[in-house]
C-alpha cells in the first residue's frame, strides 16, 4: 500500500488556522479524532457482529472523512473501501476490512499523538 | 448590492456538518474569514435554521443522518424566501455521482473533502461575492426591464444591414417593425422607401460619428397617419440603437391647436393671427426681392344691422357664405386674374367681426390691386340667400401697399383699414386706395372712437341741461339734458361730432344708457325741494328705442330713483318713431301710462305719416331748430313753423321751439303761438349744479314780479 500514514498537507492546513482565541485547534483535533476513531472502530465491530451492513457503510463513511481531514490517509483509504463493501453487503470482506483498518488506526493515532505531543510541548 | 454592505454587516454563513471536529474547523476558519457562523449537526437542524435564518450562504455536508445534504438542497430550493441562497456541497473526494447529485439538488457549487481548511475562507467568500454580484444583475435586469415595460416607445438594435438583433415593442409600436422583428428581414426592406433610405444614413451617420441622430417619420398605412420620432444612439461598433416614439397624437393634437390658434372657427378662414404672420413673411419676401404686395379690407357695410334685426345665425351663415365667395374668387382665374396661378400669392383671411382681407403678394401695379377687389366688391355684392331670404350685403373696399403706403405690417393694415373707411364715408360700396391725407383723419377718428369707448366705459362724461321757457306762463317747464365729452387731450367734442361715431362703433346704446341712468341721478337729486317739480328731457336713440325691453329698462330706472315719473320726458325723432309704427305705439302706450311725458324732437326734418302721428300717445312736437333760424328771414320757414304749431294745437299737442337765438325769432314764435321755447336767448345748456342755480335765481325773480305785478317782457338771457 503506497498511501502514507500521515499526509502532513491537511494538518497544515488545520496549524495556519491556529491564530489568537484557537493556540491549540489541531492538538484539539487530533483528541477529536483521536477519541472518534476508536469509537467508530468499536461501532464498526458491534455493527459487525450483528450483521448490519448499513451500520458499517454509515461509519466507514463518517471515518474516511474524519481520518482525512486529520491527513490520515491510510485509515481514510481503508474506510472509503469498508464503505463499498458495507455498500456491497459482503460481510465477509467488511470483517477482514475492519481488522486492516484497527491496524491502521493504531498506527496514525501513534503518529497523531506524537504531532500533538510535540506541538503541545 | 454595493461591496460597502458586503463589509458592513457580517455576512451569515450555515455550516450543517455531523462530524464535530470538521464543523469545529469549519467555524474557524470562516469566522476569521469574517463570517457569523450557524452550525447544524444535522438535516432537520440544517432546514430549519436556513428556514428561520436566511443565512447568505449554506455550506452542506453531503452524508448526514435522516437528511441528506441533496435533499436539504432541494427543500432549500423550493422556500422563496431562500431559494436563492448559494448551497455548497461538501462531497467526497473523486465523488462524481456526488458531485452530479449536488448539482442536480440546485448547488451553486462544491467543496470536495478532505477540505483545505485554510482556503475554505477565501472560497466561500469568492462565492459569496459572485453570488452577490449574480443577485445584484439579476436585479437590475429586472429593473431595466420594468423600466423598458413601462417606456411606450419602441425599441429595437438593429446591425448596419438594418436587421433587428432585439426588439420591444413600445405601446403604439410601428406594425412594419413588428414584421422585420419577426421575420429577420431588414428595416430597410419593410419601411416605406424615403423612410429606409433616412434610416439607411442615420445608421451609418451614427455609427460614423458616435453621435445620437433624429428624425421624424411619417408612415402612412391603410390610409392611417402615423407619426414617428426617430433616435438612434450607437450600441456596438456595429448595431445602433434605435428608439421609436410614436408621437400621432401629439401631431394631431398640435394641428388642432394650430388650427384653434390660426384659423377662425366660423368660416375656417386664417384668423387675424395668421393673417399677420402671412403679412410679415410676404413682406420679408416683397423686400428681398423688390416687388410690391397689397392689402385689400373688406368690410361688410350692412352687416351689422342684418346681425341685429336678423340674429347671430343669420349673421353667421352670410359671414360664412361671404368666406366662401372670397375664396371662389380667389381661386377663379377671372377674379384675380393671373394671382391664381399659385398657390400663396394670394391669401384670404378673416379679421373679425365683419372684416375680412386679402393679401396679394407680387403685385404689378396700384391698379392691378384695385382691378382685384373691385372684382371681388362685385362678387360679394350678389345677393344672397338663406333660409329662402334674399340679402345683399354691400362691402367697402380699402387697399394699402407696400412699399407706397407702408413698410410694416401694423402700418399697412392700418392704412388698408383707414382706406376701408374712407370708401365707406364716399358713399360705401366701393374701393379706396390708401392716401397719405386720409391718415391724418382717419388717424382722429380712430382715436376718437377709442376715446370715446373709454370714457363711456368709465361714465368720464357729463349733462348739461337746457331751460325751456313758457311763453304764456313764464315759468321754466323743464330742462333738456344734453350729454357733453371732454377728450382728455383735445378738450369738448362736439356732440354732433362724437354721437354719430357712437353710432358708427356699436357704442351709442352704451352711451343712451349712460345718458338716461344720469338724468335719473339729477332728477332724484332735485327731488323733495323747491326744484321737485323741474323736468328733464332725455333724447331716446333710435337703437335705444328699439331694444324690446326699452320700456321695462326706462321704467326700471325711474323706479330705482325714486322721483314722480310725469319729471322725465323722452324725446324721439321722427325717424324713431316711423321705423316700426306697431312696436311704437305699444312701447309709447306703455311708457305713456306709467306717467312718462313724450315728445317728438327735430319735427319738420323727417317724414312723418300724420295718420300715423294721431296714433301716437305723445305730448309734444320740437320744431327743429333749422326752422326756427330762419323764421325770420322771409322764407318758408315762417310757414312750416306756423304749420306745425297750428298741427299741434289742432292735436292737442305742446309745441316747443329750439334754437332760438334772437329776440326776433322770439317774437315771431309768440305770434304763431307757439307754447315753449329753448335756446340761447333765453338760456344756454348749463352743468347740474349751475342749472340749479338759474333755476331757483329765476324762481325768484318771477316770485318778485309776480309780486309787483310787473308785465313786461320777461325773456332775457339769464345766464351765471
Redesign the interface.
Known amino acids: 500500500m503506497n498511501t502514507p500514514v500521515i499526509d502532513p498537507v491537511?494538518l497544515?492546513?488545520?496549524r495556519?488556522?491556529e491564530?489568537p482565541g484557537?493556540e491549540n485547534?489541531l492538538n484539539?483535533?487530533i483528541g477529536?479524532?483521536l477519541e472518534?476513531s476508536v469509537n467508530e472502530l468499536a461501532g464498526l465491530r458491534e455493527a459487525l457482529q450483528s450483521g448490519s451492513a448499513d451500520a458499517i457503510r454509515?461509519a466507514a463513511?463518517?471515518l474516511?472523512?474524519?481520518s482525512?481531514?486529520?491527513?490520515a490517509m491510510r485509515v481514510?483509504a481503508l474506510s472509503y473501501d469498508l464503505e463499498q463493501a458495507g455498500k456491497d453487503r459482503a460481510l465477509d470482506l467488511c470483517g477482514m476490512l475492519i481488522d486492516r483498518l484497527a491496524l491502521a488506526i493504531d498506527e496514525a493515532n501513534a503518529r497523531l499523538s506524537d504531532i500533538a505531543g510535540a506541538a503541545a510541548a | 448590492m454595493p461591496p460597502g454592505d458586503i463589509q458592513s454587516s457580517r455576512p451569515v454563513v450555515l455550516i450543517a456538518e455531523d462530524d464535530p471536529s470538521q464543523r469545529m474547523l469549519a467555524r474557524v476558519a470562516l469566522e476569521q474569514a469574517g463570517f457569523t457562523v450557524l452550525e447544524a449537526d444535522n438535516g432537520h437542524d440544517a432546514l430549519d435554521k436556513a428556514d428561520r435564518q436566511a443565512p447568505d450562504i449554506v455550506l452542506l455536508d453531503v452524508e448526514m443522518p435522516e437528511l441528506d445534504g441533496f435533499a436539504i438542497c432541494s427543500r432549500i430550493r423550493k422556500l422563496k424566501h431562500i431559494a436563492d441562497t448559494p448551497v455548497i456541497m461538501l462531497t467526497g473526494r473523486e465523488d462524481d455521482e456526488s458531485i452530479r447529485n449536488a448539482y442536480d439538488s440546485g448547488a451553486t457549487d462544491f467543496i470536495s473533502k478532505p477540505v483545505n481548511w485554510s482556503l475554505l475562507g477565501h472560497r466561500v467568500r469568492y462565492i459569496s461575492r459572485a453570488t452577490r454580484i449574480g443577485r445584484g444583475l439579476r436585479e437590475s435586469e429586472k429593473k431595466n426591464r420594468a423600466f423598458i415595460k413601462a417606456i411606450p416607445d419602441s425599441m429595437l438594435i438593429v446591425d448596419k444591414a438594418g436587421r433587428v438583433l432585439t426588439h420591444h415593442r413600445g405601446k403604439d409600436g410601428s406594425r412594419l417593425l413588428d414584421e422585420c422583428a419577426s421575420d429577420g428581414r431588414s428595416v430597410m426592406e419593410t419601411l416605406p422607401p424615403t423612410i429606409a433610405e433616412s434610416w439607411r444614413k442615420q445608421i451609418a451617420g451614427v455609427l460614423n460619428s458616435g453621435e445620437m441622430s433624429q428624425s421624424e417619420d411619417h408612415i402612412e398605412a391603410n390610409g392611417a397617419h402615423c407619426f414617428y420620432e426617430t433616435r438612434m444612439v450607437p450600441y456596438t461598433a456595429d448595431s445602433v440603437l434605435v428608439i421609436q416614439r410614436d408621437v400621432s397624437e401629439k401631431k394631431r393634437a398640435d394641428a388642432k391647436v394650430r388650427r384653434l390658434a390660426f384659423f377662425d372657427t366660423l368660416t375656417g378662414l386664417p384668423n387675424r393671427q395668421s393673417f399677420l404672420i402671412q403679412v410679415s413673411e410676404a413682406l420679408r419676401e416683397a423686400k428681398a426681392s423688390n416687388s410690391r404686395l397689397s392689402i385689400l379690407y373688406f368690410d361688410l357695410d350692412n352687416f351689422k344691422r342684418i346681425n341685429d334685426s336678423l340674429g347671430h345665425s343669420t349673421g353667421d351663415a352670410l359671414l360664412r357664405g361671404v368666406a366662401r365667395r372670397l375664396e371662389q374668387c380667389v381661386r377663379r382665374a377671372d377674379a384675380v386674374a393671373r394671382f391664381a396661378s399659385t398657390d400663396t400669392s394670394v391669401q384670404v383671411a378673416r379679421l373679425g367681426g365683419d372684416e375680412f382681407t386679402v393679401l396679394l403678394r407680387d403685385v404689378q401695379s396700384v391698379e392691378e390691386a384695385s382691378g382685384v377687389a373691385e372684382r371681388i366688391l362685385s362678387a360679394l355684392s350678389q345677393p344672397m340667400h338663406y333660409h329662402g331670404q334674399q340679402f345683399v350685403i354691400t362691402p367697402s373696399a380699402g387697399i394699402a401697399s407696400y412699399p407706397d403706403d407702408g413698410d410694416d405690417v401694423d402700418t399697412l393694415v392700418k392704412n388698408a383699414d383707414m382706406a376701408m373707411y374712407s370708401a365707406k364715408a364716399q358713399g360705401r360700396n366701393c374701393v379706396s386706395q390708401f392716401s397719405g391725407t386720409m391718415s391724418v383723419r382717419s388717424l382722429e377718428r380712430l382715436d376718437l372712437e377709442d376715446a370715446l369707448r373709454k370714457a363711456i366705459a368709465a361714465g368720464d362724461l357729463e349733462l348739461h341741461y337746457q331751460p325751456k321757457l313758457s311763453l304764456q306762463s313764464r315759468e321754466v317747464t323743464g330742462v333738456e339734458a344734453l350729454v357733453r365729452w371732454t377728450h382728455p387731450e383735445r378738450g369738448p367734442v362736439s356732440p354732433a361730432k362724437f354721437i354719430p361715431i357712437a353710432e358708427d362703433a356699436g357704442l351709442i346704446l352704451d352711451l343712451s344708457r349712460w345718458v338716461l341712468e344720469a338724468a335719473c341721478r339729477q332728477l332724484e337729486r332735485w327731488s323733495g325741494g323747491d326744484l321737485d317739480d323741474v323736468r328733464v328731457a332725455i333724447n331716446l336713440s333710435g337703437k335705444q328705442f328699439r331694444e324690446s325691453d326699452v320700456d321695462d329698462q326706462i321704467i326700471a330706472a325711474v323706479d330705482a330713483h325714486g322721483f314722480e315719473k310725469s319729471r322725465l320726458e323722452l324725446e324721439l325723432t321722427e325717424g324713431t318713431l316711423m321705423n316700426d309704427v306697431e312696436n311704437t305705439v305699444r312701447t309709447l302706450t306703455r311708457l305713456k301710462e306709467a306717467g312718462l311725458k313724450i315728445a317728438v324732437d327735430d319735427f319738420g326734418t323727417g317724414y312723418s305719416s300724420l295718420s300715423y302721428l294721431k296714433k301716437f300717445p305723445i305730448d309734444a312736437l320740437k320744431i327743429d331748430r333749422s326752422f326756427v333760424s330762419e323764421i325770420d328771414a322771409g322764407g318758408n320757414d315762417r310757414s312750416i313753423c306756423a304749420a306745425i304749431i297750428a298741427l299741434a294745437q289742432s292735436m292737442g299737442l305742446k309745441v316747443i321751439a329750439e334754437g332760438v337765438e334772437t329776440a326776433e325769432q322770439l317774437q315771431h314764435l309768440r305770434f304763431l303761438g307757439c307754447d315753449e321755447i329753448q335756446g340761447f336767448y333765453f338760456a344756454k345748456p348749463m352743468p347740474g349744479e349751475e342749472t340749479a342755480a338759474f333755476l331757483r335765481r329765476y324762481l325768484r325773480k318771477r316770485q318778485r314780479r309776480l309780486s309787483l305785478a310787473d308785465d313786461t317782457p320777461p325773456v332775457q338771457a339769464i345766464e351765471g
Do not use: Y
Open positions: 491537511p497544515d492546513a488545520i495556519n488556522l491564530q484557537h485547534l484539539t483535533i477529536m479524532f472518534q454509515e463513511h463518517s474516511k472523512s474524519s482525512a481531514n486529520v491527513g481514510s
